[in-house]
């Protein structure tokens, strides 16, 4: 089945912690996208990639890092530097910017 | 400030009745306006999509309009079912930037 993983379903972090989301995409899609959900607010982008190796910071980029450097794979680092992590992360892909977004199913982040 | 309106904030209603959700946007010019649908836990699935010149497109039970002029979209949903609770998002996108709303948060109860 083509699709977008996520893992994991959950993760804590512990103050002063990185921690690591990943996200894999099997349906050769050049474009991924990290958004984070609160309660109550629309999703907002944190970084995209619209191809290998190449990436650009979303209107929430503080605190955050990203790589691509498989097409499949496009993991977000958040870092110590973001002091309000608990959020919902989701991933998504599409196979150009501006078409249809295929969503993962999410990481849930919460802080110790 | 989020240019993409959605309303109401929450919903309930009981199985098997209709329901109208509401958008209003500012975003101008777009190149098209989507629903999409979130269950609790998961990432949102797209329902339908229409570009500017459209009016209406059906899936399934579930129906969107788009009034270009008034910049309000609606989402009917036809014969309600359990499966229908989650939060629906209106996204609109402009030059392959998309805009979120809030979401309509829709429970339906037996």
């Known amino acids: 089945d083509g699709g977008i993983t996520q893992s994991p379903k959950y993760l804590f972090r512990k103050e002063g912690q990185n921690v690591t989301l990943s996200c894999e995409q099997n349906?050769?899609?050049?474009?991924m996208y990290w958004y984070r959900q609160d309660p109550g607010q629309g999703l907002r982008l944190i970084y995209y990639s619209q191809i290998v190796n190449d990436f650009q910071k979303g209107d929430i980029a503080e605190g955050y890092s990203v790589s691509r450097e498989k097409k499949e794979s496009f993991p977000l680092t958040v870092t110590s530097a973001q002091k309000n992590p608990t959020a919902f992360y989701l991933c998504a892909s599409n196979r150009v910017p501006g078409e249809k977004l295929f969503f993962g199913s999410g990481t849930q982040l919460s802080v110790l | 400030k989020n240019q993409v309106e959605q309303s109401p904030q929450s919903l309930i209603i009981l199985e098997g009745k209709n329901c109208t959700l509401q958008c209003n946007y500012t975003v101008s010019p777009f190149s098209n306006l989507r629903w999409y649908k979130q269950d609790t836990g998961r990432g949102p699935v797209s329902l339908t999509i229409?570009?500017?010149?459209?009016n209406t497109k059906s899936n399934g039970r579930y129906t969107a309009t788009l009034d270009a002029d008034t910049k309000q979209s609606s989402l009917h949903i036809t014969a309600s079912q359990l499966s229908d609770s989650a939060s629906y998002i209106c996204v609109v996108t402009r030059s392959y930037i998309p805009t979120f709303g809030r979401g309509t948060s829709l429970i339906v109860h037996p």
């Open positions: 229409m570009t500017f010149s459209e």
């Open positions: 349906l050769n899609h050049d474009a």
